[in-house]
């Protein structure tokens, strides 16, 4: 199954990246961390219930940003202040600008919520 697509404005809104003014340089809004030097120190030594992968799609389109580190087609890393706890989603970054309005962002980010609810009381169910 595939895993649920979301539209980035609800990774920022919900997931609350991290600026980090010790990455070597500003990237992605001074939330990004490159894939090398002194960044990956600092990305590894974050807790990975914290740590995201931005990666470029296969059609070179679309971006995405995806849980957990990753090393394929890798942009940029990202650490959050909430953390994604193993859940398995994806949020699309796409080259055609576009931001949800008010109320399709509270939508999203209510199906969001529901997911992780619904994740976390599967997994509760498999270690019972």
């Known amino acids: 199954m595939a895993a649920p697509v979301f539209h980035e404005d609800v990774f920022y809104e919900y997931f609350k990246p991290i600026l980090h003014p010790e990455a070597q340089r500003e990237i992605w809004g001074g939330h990004g961390l490159e894939t090398v030097g002194k960044d990956l120190e600092i990305v590894c030594g974050h807790d990975p219930a914290f740590l995201w992968t931005v990666v470029d799609g296969t059609t070179g389109e679309d971006q995405w940003i995806i849980p957990g580190l990753h090393f394929v087609n890798r942009l940029c890393y990202l650490t959050t202040a909430i953390p994604h706890n ?3 989603v994806e949020f699309k970054i796409s080259r055609r600008l576009h931001t949800l309005t008010a109320l399709g962002l509270k939508r999203e980010i209510s199906k969001l919520v529901r997911l992780i609810i619904a994740t ?8 019972a």
């Open 120 to 127: 976390h009381v599967s997994a509760s169910r498999m270690v």
């Open 86 to 88: 193993g859940i398995d």
